[in-house]
């Protein structure tokens, strides 16, 4: 199996990237939708977070009050921590099953916002990192419905282009239009990706 981490600035193109390595039979482990599940009503991970942060992040069905949470996480350095040390290991487990079960040819495409950020980068095979300037990112999300104050705010709290390159194996340029980054992804999928993979699985007895 061989396993990729996908990152990029907001709006940068992930899932659009993300979704031509599908179409090419990779298999997308979603970390944002993993970071939601494994707090689901009734999960372990929701006593945890109850645990820590009280009932108070609960709504009136026993969910996870997501707008509670960030509310008491916001500015606490702290606080957003103990809520990262409850939830990173799950997504990490869930991941791996995940990854587990898609098999050994598979070809795993880890979709991580915030690799950058978490610092996990040294247990992927290869990091592929999408790029687009900030104009344009905000320009998409606008077009998206997105606030733009709002994706302003979001992109400073991020890591910049600097700080993602540095982890990148792989960068993907996504300033040109659709055609342009599926011709760049089609590359990576045909020339890095399946040969690497095919190493891979020769090497190990
Ligand atoms: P988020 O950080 O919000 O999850 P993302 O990094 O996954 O975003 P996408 O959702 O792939 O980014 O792209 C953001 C928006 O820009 C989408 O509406 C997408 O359709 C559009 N988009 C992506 N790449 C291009 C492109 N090359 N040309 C035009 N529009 C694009």
């Known amino acids: 199996m061989l396993s990729v981490g996908l990152t990029g ?14 179409s090419h ?28 942060f009280g009932d108070a992040v609960l709504d ?23 809520l990262e040390g409850i939830v990173h290991p799950l997504v990490r487990r869930r991941a791996a099953a995940l990854a587990a079960e898609a098999g050994d040819e598979a070809i795993v495409v880890n979709d991580i916002p915030l690799l950058t950020e978490i610092g996990t980068a040294p247990t992927f095979d290869l990091v592929v990192v999408v790029e687009t300037p900030e104009r344009q990112r905000l320009d998409r999300l606008a077009a998206r419905g997105m606030d ?41 999928w045909h020339d890095r990706l399946v040969p690497f993979a ?6 190990t007895p």
Do not use: Y
Not at 26 to 35: G, K, P
Not at 41 to 48: I, M, N, R, S
């Open 148 to 188: 733009r104050d709002a994706a302003t705010a979001r992109m400073a709290a991020q890591a910049g282009d600097d700080r993602r390159r540095a982890i990148a194996d792989v960068l993907i340029d996504n300033s040109g239009d659709l055609a342009q980054v599926h011709r760049a992804v089609d590359a990576l």
């Open 25 to 52: 039979g990779a298999t997308l482990v979603d970390s944002d939708r993993l970071a939601r599940e494994v707090v689901a009503g009734g999960t372990e991970g929701l006593a945890a977070v109850v645990d820590t």
């Open 60 to 82: 009136d069905r026993g969910e996870l009050d997501r707008a509670a949470l960030a509310a008491l996480v916001f500015g606490d350095d702290g606080a957003r921590r103990r």
């Open 198 to 203: 095919d190493n891979k699985r020769n090497r």
């Open 9 to 22: 600035g907001i709006g940068s193109g992930k899932s659009t990237v993300a979704d031509r390595l599908v």
